[in-house]
Protein backbone atom coordinates (compact mmCIF):
# COMPACT_ATOMS: atom_id res chain seq x y z
CA UNK A 1 0.00 0.00 0.00
CA UNK A 2 1.64 3.48 -0.64
CA UNK A 3 2.60 5.21 2.01
CA UNK A 4 0.43 9.00 1.28
CA UNK A 5 2.34 10.92 3.50
CA UNK A 6 6.45 9.71 1.59
CA UNK A 7 4.71 10.26 -1.92
CA UNK A 8 5.23 14.35 -2.41
CA UNK A 9 2.77 14.21 -5.25
CA UNK A 10 -0.35 12.19 -3.10
CA UNK A 11 1.11 14.43 -0.09
CA UNK A 12 0.10 17.41 -1.66
CA UNK A 13 -2.93 16.59 -3.28
CA UNK A 14 -4.19 15.16 0.24
CA UNK A 15 -3.48 18.25 2.14
CA UNK A 16 -5.39 20.39 -0.69
CA UNK A 17 -8.11 17.91 0.48
CA UNK A 18 -7.76 18.67 3.81
CA UNK A 19 -8.66 21.98 3.19
CA UNK A 20 -11.52 20.85 0.59
CA UNK A 21 -13.09 18.52 3.47
CA UNK A 22 -12.88 21.66 5.49
CA UNK A 23 -14.95 24.26 3.56
CA UNK A 24 -17.53 21.77 2.30
CA UNK A 25 -18.08 20.71 6.33
CA UNK A 26 -17.85 25.38 7.12
CA UNK A 27 -20.63 25.67 4.30
CA UNK A 28 -23.15 22.26 6.03
CA UNK A 29 -22.32 23.88 9.61
CA UNK A 30 -21.58 27.75 9.68
CA UNK A 31 -21.09 27.81 13.15
CA UNK A 32 -17.71 25.25 12.57
CA UNK A 33 -14.22 25.83 14.02
CA UNK A 34 -11.30 23.89 12.77
CA UNK A 35 -7.84 22.76 14.57
CA UNK A 36 -5.19 20.73 12.10
CA UNK A 37 -5.72 18.50 9.42
CA UNK A 38 -2.34 16.44 8.68
CA UNK A 39 -1.20 14.48 5.62
CA UNK A 40 -0.86 10.51 7.39
CA UNK A 41 0.33 7.80 5.87
CA UNK A 42 -2.95 6.43 4.83
CA UNK A 43 -4.66 10.12 3.64
CA UNK A 44 -5.77 13.04 5.69
CA UNK A 45 -7.97 14.04 8.36
CA UNK A 46 -9.37 17.11 10.24
CA UNK A 47 -9.94 17.65 13.40
CA UNK A 48 -13.24 19.61 13.96
CA UNK A 49 -15.13 21.48 16.39
CA UNK A 50 -19.17 21.01 15.70
CA UNK A 51 -20.53 22.62 18.60
CA UNK A 52 -23.62 20.90 19.77
CA UNK A 53 -23.83 19.03 16.32
CA UNK A 54 -21.95 15.30 15.56
CA UNK A 55 -21.11 13.60 13.11
CA UNK A 56 -23.11 10.55 11.83
CA UNK A 57 -21.94 7.95 9.82
CA UNK A 58 -24.72 9.47 7.32
CA UNK A 59 -23.49 12.85 6.63
CA UNK A 60 -20.19 11.61 5.18
CA UNK A 61 -21.93 10.88 1.76
CA UNK A 62 -23.40 14.31 1.99
CA UNK A 63 -20.56 16.20 2.95
CA UNK A 64 -18.78 14.28 0.16
CA UNK A 65 -21.47 15.73 -2.20
CA UNK A 66 -20.48 19.30 -1.08
CA UNK A 67 -16.81 18.65 -1.58
CA UNK A 68 -17.45 17.57 -5.15
CA UNK A 69 -19.67 20.96 -5.70
CA UNK A 70 -17.07 23.11 -4.48
CA UNK A 71 -14.13 21.37 -6.56
CA UNK A 72 -16.54 21.54 -9.52
CA UNK A 73 -16.45 25.21 -9.47
CA UNK A 74 -12.77 24.98 -9.85
CA UNK A 75 -11.45 27.93 -7.64
CA UNK A 76 -7.61 28.73 -7.72
CA UNK A 77 -5.72 27.69 -4.03
CA UNK A 78 -4.42 31.42 -3.57
CA UNK A 79 -0.91 31.58 -1.30
CA UNK A 80 -0.91 34.57 1.23
CA UNK A 81 1.68 35.25 3.72
CA UNK A 82 0.94 37.76 6.67
CA UNK A 83 3.12 39.02 9.73
CA UNK A 84 1.95 37.97 13.23
CA UNK A 85 -0.59 40.92 13.91
CA UNK A 86 -2.49 39.64 10.26
CA UNK A 87 -2.89 36.65 11.47
CA UNK A 88 -4.08 37.01 14.64
CA UNK A 89 -6.61 39.92 13.57
CA UNK A 90 -7.89 37.23 10.20
CA UNK A 91 -8.62 34.51 12.82
CA UNK A 92 -9.65 36.68 16.14
CA UNK A 93 -12.87 34.57 16.01
CA UNK A 94 -11.17 31.28 15.85
CA UNK A 95 -9.51 30.27 19.63
CA UNK A 96 -8.21 27.07 17.72
CA UNK A 97 -6.34 28.88 15.17
CA UNK A 98 -5.09 31.53 17.50
CA UNK A 99 -3.77 29.11 19.86
CA UNK A 100 -1.66 27.94 16.43
CA UNK A 101 -0.55 31.39 15.80
CA UNK A 102 0.59 32.31 19.75
CA UNK A 103 3.11 29.20 19.59
CA UNK A 104 4.28 30.65 15.90
CA UNK A 105 7.85 32.60 15.59
CA UNK A 106 7.39 34.96 12.64
CA UNK A 107 11.39 35.31 13.23
CA UNK A 108 11.68 31.95 12.30
CA UNK A 109 8.80 30.79 9.98
CA UNK A 110 6.75 32.37 7.68
CA UNK A 111 2.87 32.83 8.95
CA UNK A 112 0.81 31.87 5.98
CA UNK A 113 -2.67 31.11 4.74
CA UNK A 114 -4.84 29.57 2.02
CA UNK A 115 -7.88 30.70 0.23
CA UNK A 116 -10.14 28.96 -2.39
CA UNK A 117 -13.13 31.03 -2.66
CA UNK A 118 -15.43 31.65 0.08
CA UNK A 119 -13.00 29.54 2.63
CA UNK A 120 -9.54 30.89 4.07
CA UNK A 121 -7.25 28.15 6.36
CA UNK A 122 -3.99 28.75 8.16
CA UNK A 123 -1.44 26.57 6.29
CA UNK A 124 2.11 26.17 5.67
CA UNK A 125 0.81 24.33 2.35
CA UNK A 126 2.18 23.42 -0.17
CA UNK A 127 -1.01 22.68 -2.14
CA UNK A 128 -2.23 22.24 -5.47
CA UNK A 129 -2.99 25.05 -7.82
CA UNK A 130 -6.83 24.79 -7.76
CA UNK A 131 -9.84 22.88 -6.19
CA UNK A 132 -10.55 21.53 -9.87
CA UNK A 133 -7.65 19.36 -9.34
CA UNK A 134 -9.33 17.41 -6.34
CA UNK A 135 -11.73 14.94 -7.96
CA UNK A 136 -11.08 11.16 -6.93
CA UNK A 137 -11.51 11.31 -2.87
CA UNK A 138 -13.71 9.48 -0.40
CA UNK A 139 -14.45 10.31 3.30
CA UNK A 140 -13.49 7.01 4.91
CA UNK A 141 -14.90 7.42 8.71
CA UNK A 142 -14.60 9.30 11.90
CA UNK A 143 -13.73 9.32 14.98
CA UNK A 144 -13.58 11.68 18.47
CA UNK A 145 -10.43 12.94 19.21
CA UNK A 146 -8.85 15.06 22.36
CA UNK A 147 -7.96 18.54 21.19
CA UNK A 148 -4.00 18.66 21.89
CA UNK A 149 -4.50 14.62 22.13
CA UNK A 150 -5.40 15.82 26.16
CA UNK A 151 -8.24 14.04 27.71
CA UNK A 152 -8.49 17.28 29.69
CA UNK A 153 -9.30 19.28 26.76
CA UNK A 154 -12.53 19.41 24.67
CA UNK A 155 -13.31 16.30 22.46
CA UNK A 156 -13.57 17.72 18.61
CA UNK A 157 -14.76 15.69 15.95
CA UNK A 158 -11.93 13.68 13.65
CA UNK A 159 -13.02 13.14 9.74
CA UNK A 160 -10.92 10.88 7.89
CA UNK A 161 -10.60 11.04 4.06
CA UNK A 162 -8.04 10.06 0.79
CA UNK A 163 -7.62 11.68 -2.19
CA UNK A 164 -5.74 9.87 -5.89
CA UNK A 165 -4.87 11.56 -9.66
CA UNK A 166 -6.70 8.37 -11.34
CA UNK A 167 -10.04 6.99 -10.34
CA UNK A 168 -8.35 3.95 -10.55
CA UNK A 169 -5.90 4.28 -8.25
CA UNK A 170 -8.66 5.10 -5.67
CA UNK A 171 -10.76 2.31 -6.27
CA UNK A 172 -7.59 0.17 -5.53
CA UNK A 173 -7.01 1.40 -2.70
CA UNK A 174 -10.17 1.36 -1.21
CA UNK A 175 -10.07 -2.36 -2.09
CA UNK A 176 -7.01 -2.75 -0.02
CA UNK A 177 -8.22 -0.95 2.72
CA UNK A 178 -11.29 -3.22 2.87
CA UNK A 179 -8.89 -6.07 2.59
CA UNK A 180 -6.28 -4.80 5.20
CA UNK A 181 -9.96 -4.48 7.41
CA UNK A 182 -10.72 -8.01 7.09
CA UNK A 183 -7.01 -9.24 7.55
CA UNK A 184 -6.65 -7.32 10.53
CA UNK A 185 -5.20 -9.63 13.48
CA UNK A 186 -7.29 -7.48 16.07
CA UNK A 187 -10.56 -8.61 14.30
CA UNK A 188 -9.71 -12.36 13.79
CA UNK A 189 -8.51 -12.76 17.19
CA UNK A 190 -11.25 -10.98 18.59
CA UNK A 191 -13.82 -13.88 16.56
CA UNK A 192 -11.60 -16.74 16.76
CA UNK A 193 -11.32 -15.78 21.13
CA UNK A 194 -7.46 -15.62 20.67
CA UNK A 195 -6.73 -12.90 22.44
CA UNK A 196 -8.61 -10.27 24.09
CA UNK A 197 -7.40 -6.60 26.00
CA UNK A 198 -9.15 -4.75 28.98
CA UNK A 199 -8.45 -1.34 29.98
CA UNK A 200 -8.23 -2.34 34.10
CA UNK A 201 -5.43 -4.74 32.49
CA UNK A 202 -3.35 -1.47 30.40
CA UNK A 203 -2.66 -0.47 26.98
CA UNK A 204 -0.10 -2.96 25.06
CA UNK A 205 -1.09 -5.73 27.25
CA UNK A 206 -3.11 -8.51 25.43
CA UNK A 207 -4.87 -11.09 27.55
CA UNK A 208 -4.06 -14.74 25.19
CA UNK A 209 -7.29 -16.73 25.86
CA UNK A 210 -7.61 -20.35 26.01
CA UNK A 211 -7.60 -21.01 21.86
CA UNK A 212 -4.61 -18.26 21.67
CA UNK A 213 -3.17 -20.20 24.42
CA UNK A 214 -2.76 -23.30 22.03
CA UNK A 215 -1.23 -21.41 19.41
CA UNK A 216 1.25 -20.00 21.00
CA UNK A 217 2.23 -23.17 22.70
CA UNK A 218 2.51 -24.58 19.60
CA UNK A 219 4.70 -21.95 18.31
CA UNK A 220 6.88 -22.83 21.44
CA UNK A 221 6.89 -26.57 21.10
CA UNK A 222 7.99 -25.76 17.35
CA UNK A 223 10.82 -23.54 18.15
CA UNK A 224 12.13 -25.40 21.08
CA UNK A 225 12.54 -28.95 19.14
CA UNK A 226 14.60 -26.69 16.60
CA UNK A 227 17.20 -24.94 18.94
CA UNK A 228 17.69 -28.47 21.05
CA UNK A 229 18.34 -30.23 18.06
CA UNK A 230 20.96 -27.19 17.37
CA UNK A 231 22.14 -27.63 20.95
CA UNK A 232 20.20 -24.70 22.85
CA UNK A 233 19.67 -24.83 26.79
CA UNK A 234 16.42 -23.17 27.52
CA UNK A 235 16.47 -21.40 31.25
CA UNK A 236 13.54 -19.50 33.02
CA UNK A 237 14.69 -16.06 34.53
CA UNK A 238 12.41 -13.16 36.27
CA UNK A 239 10.82 -10.57 34.96
CA UNK A 240 12.64 -7.78 36.98
CA UNK A 241 16.35 -7.06 37.19
CA UNK A 242 17.83 -4.25 39.16
CA UNK A 243 18.60 -1.10 38.23
CA UNK A 244 22.09 -1.80 38.79
CA UNK A 245 21.87 -4.93 36.70
CA UNK A 246 20.98 -2.23 33.61
CA UNK A 247 23.43 -0.26 34.59
CA UNK A 248 26.50 -2.87 34.15
CA UNK A 249 24.36 -4.11 30.43
CA UNK A 250 24.40 0.13 29.35
CA UNK A 251 20.99 -0.77 28.85
CA UNK A 252 19.85 2.34 31.69
CA UNK A 253 21.94 4.78 29.84
CA UNK A 254 21.12 3.71 25.90
CA UNK A 255 17.74 2.73 26.61
CA UNK A 256 15.89 4.07 29.17
CA UNK A 257 13.28 6.04 27.57
CA UNK A 258 12.31 2.70 26.15
CA UNK A 259 11.75 1.18 29.79
CA UNK A 260 9.20 1.12 32.55
CA UNK A 261 10.14 3.23 35.35
CA UNK A 262 11.75 1.95 38.17
CA UNK A 263 10.29 -0.12 41.18
CA UNK A 264 11.97 0.70 45.11
CA UNK A 265 11.13 -2.48 47.11
CA UNK A 266 13.02 -2.15 50.75
CA UNK A 267 16.53 -0.90 49.78
CA UNK A 268 16.90 -2.02 46.38
CA UNK A 269 15.17 -0.54 43.08
CA UNK A 270 13.84 -2.67 40.25
CA UNK A 271 12.64 -2.16 36.77
CA UNK A 272 10.84 -4.73 34.75
CA UNK A 273 13.11 -6.46 32.10
CA UNK A 274 13.15 -5.16 28.49
CA UNK A 275 15.28 -7.68 27.40
CA UNK A 276 16.60 -10.67 28.47
CA UNK A 277 20.54 -10.44 27.94
CA UNK A 278 21.83 -9.49 31.19
CA UNK A 279 20.26 -12.46 33.20
CA UNK A 280 21.87 -14.97 30.24
CA UNK A 281 24.91 -13.24 30.92
CA UNK A 282 25.43 -13.96 34.92
CA UNK A 283 23.99 -17.40 33.75
CA UNK A 284 26.69 -17.85 31.74
CA UNK A 285 28.95 -16.16 34.58
CA UNK A 286 28.38 -18.60 37.07
CA UNK A 287 30.28 -21.46 35.84
CA UNK A 288 33.84 -21.47 34.67
CA UNK A 289 34.48 -22.32 31.34
CA UNK A 290 36.58 -23.84 29.18
CA UNK A 291 37.05 -23.37 25.25
CA UNK A 292 35.88 -27.01 24.42
CA UNK A 293 32.57 -25.71 25.78
CA UNK A 294 31.67 -23.03 23.11
CA UNK A 295 29.38 -22.56 21.60
CA UNK A 296 27.20 -22.16 25.05
CA UNK A 297 23.75 -21.48 23.54
CA UNK A 298 21.25 -20.28 26.35
CA UNK A 299 17.60 -19.69 25.18
CA UNK A 300 14.44 -18.24 26.89
CA UNK A 301 10.88 -18.24 25.55
CA UNK A 302 10.78 -14.53 27.78
CA UNK A 303 8.02 -12.21 29.00
CA UNK A 304 10.06 -8.68 28.76
CA UNK A 305 8.33 -4.97 29.16
CA UNK A 306 9.04 -2.04 26.67
CA UNK A 307 7.27 1.63 26.92
CA UNK A 308 5.26 1.73 23.53
CA UNK A 309 3.13 5.35 23.42
CA UNK A 310 -0.52 4.73 23.58
CA UNK A 311 -0.90 5.90 20.24
CA UNK A 312 1.08 3.29 18.82
CA UNK A 313 0.08 0.14 20.75
CA UNK A 314 -1.74 -2.73 18.28
CA UNK A 315 -3.14 -5.71 19.18
CA UNK A 316 -0.51 -7.80 19.57
CA UNK A 317 1.84 -6.56 16.57
CA UNK A 318 2.64 -3.83 19.11
CA UNK A 319 2.57 -4.09 22.92
CA UNK A 320 3.91 -3.22 25.85
CA UNK A 321 4.33 -7.07 27.37
CA UNK A 322 5.62 -9.14 24.61
CA UNK A 323 7.13 -13.07 24.90
CA UNK A 324 10.38 -13.16 23.22
CA UNK A 325 11.59 -16.53 21.23
CA UNK A 326 15.09 -15.18 22.70
CA UNK A 327 18.67 -16.88 22.89
CA UNK A 328 22.85 -15.74 23.48
CA UNK A 329 25.47 -17.85 21.87
CA UNK A 330 28.46 -17.18 23.72
CA UNK A 331 31.48 -18.32 21.49
CA UNK A 332 34.92 -18.09 20.40
CA UNK A 333 36.16 -15.40 17.99
CA UNK A 334 36.84 -18.13 15.36
CA UNK A 335 33.13 -19.26 15.69
CA UNK A 336 31.58 -16.65 14.56
CA UNK A 337 31.64 -16.84 11.15
CA UNK A 338 30.01 -20.61 11.73
CA UNK A 339 27.62 -19.43 14.49
CA UNK A 340 25.94 -16.87 12.48
CA UNK A 341 25.75 -18.92 9.43
CA UNK A 342 23.78 -21.74 11.73
CA UNK A 343 21.34 -18.62 12.62
CA UNK A 344 20.91 -17.47 9.35
CA UNK A 345 19.95 -20.65 8.15
CA UNK A 346 17.75 -21.71 10.72
CA UNK A 347 15.73 -18.07 9.62
CA UNK A 348 15.90 -19.60 6.26
CA UNK A 349 14.23 -23.00 7.30
CA UNK A 350 11.68 -21.42 9.96
CA UNK A 351 10.32 -18.98 6.86
CA UNK A 352 10.70 -22.17 4.75
CA UNK A 353 8.25 -24.25 6.46
CA UNK A 354 5.72 -21.34 7.12
CA UNK A 355 5.58 -20.53 3.58
CA UNK A 356 7.41 -17.09 3.94
CA UNK A 357 8.79 -15.70 1.24
CA UNK A 358 8.31 -12.01 0.68
CA UNK A 359 11.21 -10.69 3.02
CA UNK A 360 14.49 -9.59 2.69
CA UNK A 361 17.60 -8.82 4.78
CA UNK A 362 18.87 -5.53 6.40
CA UNK A 363 22.19 -5.28 7.69
CA UNK A 364 22.64 -2.47 10.75
CA UNK A 365 25.63 -0.69 11.29
CA UNK A 366 27.25 1.49 13.69
CA UNK A 367 27.91 5.46 11.95
CA UNK A 368 31.95 5.86 12.43
CA UNK A 369 31.42 9.30 13.61
CA UNK A 370 28.82 8.66 16.74
CA UNK A 371 31.16 8.25 19.38
CA UNK A 372 28.34 8.97 21.84
CA UNK A 373 25.89 5.76 20.86
CA UNK A 374 28.32 3.29 19.91
CA UNK A 375 31.16 1.83 21.79
CA UNK A 376 34.12 3.88 20.73
CA UNK A 377 36.35 0.24 19.14
CA UNK A 378 37.31 0.69 15.68
CA UNK A 379 39.19 -2.36 15.35
CA UNK A 380 36.08 -4.89 16.75
CA UNK A 381 33.53 -2.86 14.79
CA UNK A 382 35.39 -3.31 11.79
CA UNK A 383 36.22 -7.17 12.58
CA UNK A 384 32.22 -7.89 13.82
CA UNK A 385 30.31 -6.23 10.54
CA UNK A 386 33.08 -7.99 7.92
CA UNK A 387 32.32 -11.27 9.36
CA UNK A 388 28.63 -10.56 8.89
CA UNK A 389 28.94 -9.52 5.61
CA UNK A 390 30.88 -12.90 4.98
CA UNK A 391 28.42 -14.74 5.76
CA UNK A 392 25.39 -13.40 4.03
CA UNK A 393 27.50 -13.31 0.95
CA UNK A 394 28.65 -17.02 1.66
CA UNK A 395 25.07 -17.60 1.58
CA UNK A 396 24.24 -15.73 -1.38
CA UNK A 397 21.37 -14.04 0.61
CA UNK A 398 20.67 -10.75 -0.79
CA UNK A 399 20.79 -7.60 1.69
CA UNK A 400 20.84 -4.06 2.54
CA UNK A 401 22.99 -2.13 4.75
CA UNK A 402 21.43 0.88 7.18
CA UNK A 403 24.12 2.55 8.39
CA UNK A 404 23.28 4.08 12.35
CA UNK A 405 20.89 1.59 13.12
CA UNK A 406 22.93 -0.95 14.83
CA UNK A 407 22.54 -1.51 18.57
CA UNK A 408 25.05 0.41 20.91
CA UNK A 409 26.96 -2.99 21.42
CA UNK A 410 27.06 -3.74 17.87
CA UNK A 411 25.76 -4.75 14.23
CA UNK A 412 22.61 -6.40 13.85
CA UNK A 413 21.06 -8.87 11.03
CA UNK A 414 17.14 -7.80 10.97
CA UNK A 415 14.90 -9.74 8.64
CA UNK A 416 12.07 -7.03 7.26
CA UNK A 417 9.01 -9.34 6.53
CA UNK A 418 6.33 -7.42 3.78
CA UNK A 419 2.95 -8.86 5.27
CA UNK A 420 -0.37 -9.74 3.50
CA UNK A 421 -1.17 -6.17 4.06
CA UNK A 422 0.00 -2.82 5.10
CA UNK A 423 4.00 -1.72 5.88
CA UNK A 424 7.15 -4.44 6.38
CA UNK A 425 7.85 -5.65 9.50
CA UNK A 426 10.93 -6.99 11.63
CA UNK A 427 10.44 -10.31 12.45
CA UNK A 428 13.68 -12.17 13.29
CA UNK A 429 17.03 -10.71 14.30
CA UNK A 430 20.82 -11.52 15.32
CA UNK A 431 22.98 -9.06 16.71
CA UNK A 432 26.45 -9.26 17.26
CA UNK A 433 28.50 -8.35 20.39
CA UNK A 434 31.68 -7.60 21.57
CA UNK A 435 30.89 -5.26 24.45
CA UNK A 436 27.88 -6.69 27.24
CA UNK A 437 30.51 -9.74 27.87
CA UNK A 438 33.44 -7.10 28.86
CA UNK A 439 30.83 -5.52 30.78
CA UNK A 440 29.74 -8.57 32.72
CA UNK A 441 33.76 -10.02 33.03
CA UNK A 442 32.43 -12.94 30.95
CA UNK A 443 35.79 -15.27 30.38
CA UNK A 444 36.14 -18.65 29.08
CA UNK A 445 40.05 -20.57 29.33
CA UNK A 446 41.71 -20.95 25.90
CA UNK A 447 44.02 -24.16 25.23
CA UNK A 448 47.13 -22.25 26.96
CA UNK A 449 45.16 -22.04 29.77
CA UNK A 450 44.66 -18.07 29.68
CA UNK A 451 41.32 -16.22 30.51
CA UNK A 452 39.60 -15.11 27.06
CA UNK A 453 36.53 -12.99 26.59
CA UNK A 454 33.63 -14.53 24.44
CA UNK A 455 31.88 -12.70 21.94
CA UNK A 456 27.73 -13.12 22.21
CA UNK A 457 24.83 -13.56 19.63
CA UNK A 458 21.89 -12.07 20.34
CA UNK A 459 18.72 -13.76 18.05
CA UNK A 460 15.40 -14.19 18.13
CA UNK A 461 13.60 -16.14 15.29
CA UNK A 462 10.11 -15.43 16.05
CA UNK A 463 11.09 -12.16 17.24
CA UNK A 464 7.89 -12.33 19.75
CA UNK A 465 5.17 -14.71 19.95
CA UNK A 466 3.17 -11.85 20.12
CA UNK A 467 4.11 -10.33 16.71
CA UNK A 468 4.66 -13.69 15.20
CA UNK A 469 1.13 -14.86 16.05
CA UNK A 470 -0.26 -11.32 14.59
CA UNK A 471 1.72 -11.90 10.96
CA UNK A 472 0.00 -15.49 10.93
CA UNK A 473 -3.44 -14.51 11.82
CA UNK A 474 -3.15 -11.83 8.97
CA UNK A 475 -1.48 -13.81 6.62
CA UNK A 476 -4.22 -16.70 6.66
CA UNK A 477 -7.43 -14.23 7.50
CA UNK A 478 -7.15 -16.46 10.47
CA UNK A 479 -7.40 -20.11 8.78
CA UNK A 480 -4.19 -21.71 10.42
CA UNK A 481 -3.01 -24.50 9.71
CA UNK A 482 -3.95 -27.77 10.72
CA UNK A 483 -1.12 -28.44 13.13
CA UNK A 484 -1.75 -25.04 14.42
CA UNK A 485 -5.62 -24.42 14.78
CA UNK A 486 -7.08 -24.35 18.50
CA UNK A 487 -9.63 -26.66 16.92
CA UNK A 488 -8.17 -29.16 14.29
CA UNK A 489 -11.73 -31.44 14.02
CA UNK A 490 -15.08 -30.46 14.28
CA UNK A 491 -17.60 -33.18 14.81
CA UNK A 492 -21.16 -33.23 13.66
CA UNK A 493 -23.56 -35.81 14.27
CA UNK A 494 -26.46 -35.73 11.84
CA UNK A 495 -28.59 -36.88 14.49
CA UNK A 496 -27.70 -36.78 18.28
CA UNK A 497 -30.09 -39.73 19.34
CA UNK A 498 -28.59 -42.49 16.49
CA UNK A 499 -25.24 -40.56 16.09
CA UNK A 500 -24.08 -38.99 18.83
CA UNK A 501 -22.32 -42.61 20.31
CA UNK A 502 -20.40 -42.78 17.38
CA UNK A 503 -19.06 -39.37 17.72
CA UNK A 504 -17.68 -39.92 21.44
CA UNK A 505 -16.20 -42.96 20.17
CA UNK A 506 -14.56 -40.38 17.38
CA UNK A 507 -13.84 -38.14 20.03
CA UNK A 508 -12.18 -40.51 22.13
CA UNK A 509 -10.15 -42.32 19.57
CA UNK A 510 -8.86 -38.63 18.17
CA UNK A 511 -8.49 -37.07 21.82
CA UNK A 512 -5.82 -40.19 22.49
CA UNK A 513 -3.87 -39.11 19.64
CA UNK A 514 -3.98 -35.75 20.99
CA UNK A 515 -5.26 -34.36 18.69
CA UNK A 516 -7.97 -31.08 19.17
CA UNK A 517 -11.31 -31.32 18.65
CA UNK A 518 -15.47 -30.61 19.60
CA UNK A 519 -18.43 -32.19 19.00
CA UNK A 520 -21.51 -30.19 17.46
CA UNK A 521 -24.48 -31.32 19.23
CA UNK A 522 -26.73 -28.46 19.23
CA UNK A 523 -30.24 -28.42 18.06
CA UNK A 524 -29.52 -26.87 14.82
CA UNK A 525 -29.90 -27.90 11.48
CA UNK A 526 -26.94 -29.29 9.58
CA UNK A 527 -26.56 -26.46 7.18
CA UNK A 528 -25.79 -23.75 10.22
CA UNK A 529 -23.85 -26.13 11.49
CA UNK A 530 -21.20 -26.47 9.15
CA UNK A 531 -21.75 -22.83 7.94
CA UNK A 532 -20.18 -22.11 11.95
CA UNK A 533 -17.09 -24.67 11.75
CA UNK A 534 -16.83 -22.50 8.46
CA UNK A 535 -17.02 -19.06 10.71
CA UNK A 536 -14.40 -21.04 13.11
CA UNK A 537 -12.40 -21.85 10.58
CA UNK A 538 -11.88 -25.17 11.84
CA UNK A 539 -9.70 -27.32 9.19
CA UNK A 540 -11.98 -30.40 9.48
CA UNK A 541 -15.45 -30.89 10.12
CA UNK A 542 -16.66 -34.50 10.24
CA UNK A 543 -20.69 -35.58 9.41
CA UNK A 544 -21.63 -39.00 11.15
CA UNK A 545 -24.49 -40.46 9.74
CA UNK A 546 -26.27 -44.15 9.56
CA UNK A 547 -23.59 -44.61 6.37
CA UNK A 548 -20.49 -43.70 8.59
CA UNK A 549 -21.84 -45.20 11.52
CA UNK A 550 -22.34 -48.56 10.24
CA UNK A 551 -18.74 -48.61 8.26
CA UNK A 552 -16.37 -46.95 10.85
CA UNK A 553 -15.84 -44.65 8.31
CA UNK A 554 -16.11 -40.86 8.16
CA UNK A 555 -17.09 -38.31 5.75
CA UNK A 556 -15.02 -34.80 5.70
CA UNK A 557 -14.92 -31.41 4.43
CA UNK A 558 -11.94 -29.29 4.57
CA UNK A 559 -12.36 -25.83 5.00
CA UNK A 560 -12.89 -23.29 2.45
CA UNK A 561 -14.01 -26.62 -0.01
CA UNK A 562 -17.31 -27.59 -0.71
CA UNK A 563 -16.60 -31.13 -1.66
CA UNK A 564 -17.02 -33.98 0.77
CA UNK A 565 -14.76 -37.33 0.74
CA UNK A 566 -15.67 -40.20 2.85
CA UNK A 567 -12.94 -42.27 4.10
CA UNK A 568 -11.84 -45.26 6.77
CA UNK A 569 -10.99 -43.84 10.53
CA UNK A 570 -7.37 -45.14 9.92
CA UNK A 571 -7.02 -43.44 6.33
CA UNK A 572 -8.44 -40.36 7.91
CA UNK A 573 -5.73 -40.46 11.03
CA UNK A 574 -3.02 -40.67 8.34
CA UNK A 575 -4.20 -37.86 6.50
CA UNK A 576 -3.84 -35.45 9.46
CA UNK A 577 -0.76 -37.25 10.43
CA UNK A 578 1.17 -36.64 7.12
CA UNK A 579 -0.15 -33.37 7.33
CA UNK A 580 1.42 -32.53 10.92
CA UNK A 581 4.40 -34.08 10.62
CA UNK A 582 6.53 -32.00 8.97
CA UNK A 583 6.35 -29.78 11.34
CA UNK A 584 7.54 -31.95 14.14
Known amino acids: MVNIKENEDLNKLNHSCAHLLAQAVKHLYPDAKFWVGPVIEEGFYYD ?53 ISRMNEDEEVISCYTQGDFTDLCRG ?59 H ?42 NRLGYHHVYTPCVGTVDLYKTSGHW ?48 FATDFRYEPSGAVKGLERVRCMCQNDAHIFVRPDQIKEEFKEVVNLILEVYKDFGLKDYKFRLSLRD ?43 PKL ?15 TCQLDFLLPRRFN ?10 KIPVVLHRAIFGTFDRFTAFLLEESKGALPLWLSPIQINIIPVNNEYHLDYAKKLFSIFTEKEYRLTIDDKDEKMGYKIREAQTRKIPYTLVLGDNEKNNNTVTYRKFGEDKTSTVTIEAFLELIENQIKQYK
Not at 60 to 80: C, F, H, S, T, W
Not at 198 to 212: A, F, I, Q, S, Y
Not at 289 to 296: F, K
Not at 415 to 428: N, Q
Open 48 to 100: IDLGDEVVKEEDLPRIEREMKKIAKDGKRIVRNELSKEEAIKKFQDDPYKLDL
Open 126 to 184: PHVETVKELKYFKLLKFSGAYWKADSRNKMLQRIYGVCFRKEEDLNEYLHELEERKARD
Open 186 to 227: RKIGKELNIFMAHDLVGKGMPLWLPNGSIVRKELENYIYHKE
Open 253 to 300: DHYQENMFPSIKVDDEEFVLRPMNCPHHMLIYANTIHSYRELPIKIGE
Open 368 to 410: REDKHKYFDDDEMWDNAENKLREVLDELDVEYKEAIGEAAFYG
Open 414 to 428: DVEVKPAVGPEITLS
Open 442 to 451: LTYVDQNGQK
